[in-house]
C-alpha cells in the first residue's frame, strides 16, 4: 500500500499511471529485419517502445472510435457503464443499419449467425508501411480525457481475510481505562472544588466557633476585670476606713492618755498654784498687807527722814565745826600757835567721828547748809548712804520677818 | 485502531480563552512572563490560566516564592476591566490559604487595594472586599487594614453598596475593630449600624450586630453603644432569625460589662429575656453550646452592673 501522503487523482480511475513497458534507451538493432516467418508464431517480446508498432496505440481516427474492445483485465465500474453505453450505442447503429441494409439470410439450422468483431487482432502485413500524417493540435478547452484505468497484473496468490467482531479488540476492556481517565478526572476536579468548598466552609465554621469561645472568654475577662476592680476598691474603702478607725482609735487613746496624763499632772497644779500665788503672795492677809504696804513704809520713811534729820543736823555740825575749826586754823595759822590748834583738831577730829554719826543725824534735820563743804558733804554723803542703806536693810529684814510671819 | 504514532499536531485547544499551562515547575514563572507582555490578550489567558493554578495550595506558595505578587499590584490597575477583575479574583483565592496571606501582607497590598475600593465594575468591588473580608480574619491582616486606613471608607461604602457586598464589609469591619474602634467611632459608624439592624436580610442583621459586639469590647465603644443602641438589640432578641439572636445577645453581654455606668436599660432586656425564648438557643446550627454562654454571661454581668 503506498502511503496515504499523496492525494488520491480525481478522475475515475484511480489506478496511478504506471509502466508496463518503461522507457528505454533504443537498443542496438540489425540492419535488417530478421525473416518473418520466424517471426509469426511468435509474438516477439516488445523490445521497442515505438508509437507506430505499439499495438495499444489506436491507430485512426480516435475520436470515431468509441468502443473500448472488451480487456481481459477488471474494468471498474465506470468502464463497465461506459462499455455498456458503447454496447448500446452500437447496438443501435447496427439496428439503424440493418434496417437500411439488406440483412443477410437467415442462418441455417444448427448454425447461428454471431457478429464478430475481428478486427481486434487484424493487422496489415505489408512492406509499405502506411503513414499517415497527422496532425495534431491539442484543443486548449478540452479536458485532458481520463487515463485509463490501468490494473497491474495479477501477481501471487489471492488471498482474503476477513476481521470478525470481537477479534481486534474488545471495545468494553479498552475503553474501560480511557473512561476511567476521563471520568475520573473529572470527578477528581469536581472533588476538588466541593472539598475546597467544604474545607472553606468548615475553617469558617471554626473560625466562628473560636470567635465565639473568644468573644466569651473577653467577656469573661472583662466581667472579672470589673469585679477584680470592684473588689479592689472595696478593699481600699475597707482599708482606708480601717485605718481612719485605727487613727481614731490612735488618737483617742492619746487622747485619754494625754488627758490621764494632763488630770495627773494638773492635780498638783493648783495646790501648787495655789501655793505660788500664795508664796508670791497672791493671798495676803489684807491687813498684813495694809500694814506692810502703808504703814511700815511710812513708818520707814518717817525713819529716815528722822535720821536724815539727824544725819543733817550732825552734817550741820560738822560743817559749823569745820567751818569753825578752820576758820581758828586761819586766825591760828597766822599766828603761830600750831600746837594748840592741831591738838584740838586732831582732838576734835577722833571726836567728830565719835559723835559725828550723832551730829550726822542731828544735822540731817537741818539739811541744807551742808552742801556748801566739799569733802565733808560727799562723805556724810556716803556715811548717810551708808546710814540709809543699813536702815534700809533694817527694814527689809524687818519686812522679810513680818512676811515669813 | 489506534496507533502508536503520537499525533505530530498539537493537542486540541479545549479552552481558546486560557493560555497554556507549561509541565510541572515551569508553569508559574512561564505564566509571569506572559502577564508581563504588552499585548492584552496574551495577559487576560495567562490570568484566566492563573486563577484555575492558584486553587492549589503548593501553587500558592510557588507564586508567592517567585514574585508573582508584584506583578499582580501592576495589574490591579490596568485600564482593561477584564484584567482587573481576574486579578482580584486570583488574589482572593491566595488569600483564602495562610501562605497567600502572609504573602499578602509582606508585600503591601493592600494599600493598593484601596484605589480599587471605587472601581466601576461591580464584580471588581466584589473580589476586593472578599479579600479585604479574608485579609482581616488574620490579626496582622487586620492591624494592615487599619493602617492602611481603610475603616472610614468602608464605613462610608456601607451605605452606598449592594447587600452581598454589605456583607464581606460588615465582616471586614467585625474583625478589625476588635483590635481597635477609634476610628470607626469618629466616623459615626454606630448610626450606619443601627440602621442595618432594622435590613431586611438576616445575614446583614446577623453581621450588624457582630460589628456592635466589636465595638462594645473596648471601652470607648462600651459607652456609646449603651447610649445609642441598647433598645435595638433587645428588640433584635425576639428575631426569628436564632443567629441574630445569639450575635444581639452577644452585644449586649459586652455593652453591659461597664465601669462604673450602669445602663439604664438593664432592668428592661431583663425583663424581656425572660419573656423570650432565650434559653431556645440550643438550636442554633453552628454552636450549640457557645451560643447559649452568651445569654448566662450578660446576665451575670448585668447583674453585677
Redesign the interface.
Known sequence: MLPALRPPPSAASAVPYTYCSPPRAVPARPKYRAPLEADEPQKEPARWANLMYDRRVVRGNTYARQAVPTCIHHPNAFEIQRQREARRKALARKRAEEQIQLRTPEPVEGREHVHVQTELYLEEISDRIIEVDVECQTDAFLDRPPTPFFVPAKTGRDVATQIEEGELFDFDIEVKPILEVLVGKTIEQALLEVMEEEELAKLLAHQRAYAELRNAELAEVQRLEEQDRRYREEKERCKQQQMEMLQKEKETMEKIAAQAFAKRYLTDLIPSVFNNLHESGFFYDPIERDIETEFLPWLMTEVEETLEKKTLGRVMLDSLIRTVTEKRLDVFSQKPLPDQVEAPAEEHRPTDNAPQVAAETEAADQAVTADEETDQPAAEDQASHHITFQSEEANQEAMEDSETD | ?ASTLISAKLPPDVDPTKAPIAFGRRALPKLSREIQSPELLTQQRALMALCDLV?DPENVYQAVQIGFLENLKTLLLHHDSTVRQKTTEILYIMA?HNVGRQGLIQNAVIPVLTELLDDPEDICRKNTHQVLDMMA?LPEGAVDILHAGLIPLLVVRLKTESDEIQELILGTLSNCLRMEASEALATDAITILKEKLTHPSATIRNKAAQVI?EIG?HPEGKSTVCEEVIPLLVSLLEDTDPEVQASAA?AL??AT???KVCCTGGEHFLYTSRHSDTWSYSESP??PS??S??PF??L??VS?S
Request: charged share 15%.
Open positions: 485502531m486553587h483564602m480574619k459586639l469590647t452577644g453581654m459586652f460589662i461597664k465601669p453552628v454552636l457557645t451560643t454562654w452568651k454571661l450578660w451575670e454581668a453585677h
